[in-house]
């Protein structure tokens, strides 16, 4: 029996976009991670820095895994400044 593809899995530019998503959260979580965890990082900046990076990243993953299909394209062209 074939598997049944949804509209999903054959948008090949939502899941560039995804994609794309993906990889700026992951940057603004690790961002974050640094600042908390990096003693000399972590002495300059304020206390919030890294908490406030670490949640705009999760942000951007969430709405990268949860978005519509013609949400996720218009935030990555938002993004990237292409029509």
């Keep these: 029996m074939a598997k049944e593809t949804t509209p999903r899995e054959t948008d090949r530019s939502a899941r560039r976009a995804r994609y794309f998503l993906y990889a700026?959260?992951?940057?603004?979580v690790a961002l974050g991670f640094a600042l908390e965890s990096v003693p000399s990082l972590a002495a300059v900046m304020p206390w919030y820095a890294g908490r406030a990076s670490a949640f705009v990243?999760?942000?951007?993953?969430?709405?990268?895994?949860?978005?519509?299909?013609?949400?996720?394209?218009r935030c990555e062209s938002l993004l990237t400044r292409s029509p």
């Design 24 to 28: 700026i959260g992951g940057a603004f």
């Design 57 to 73: 990243g999760a942000v951007i993953l969430s709405i990268g895994r949860f978005g519509s299909d013609r949400f996720v394209r």
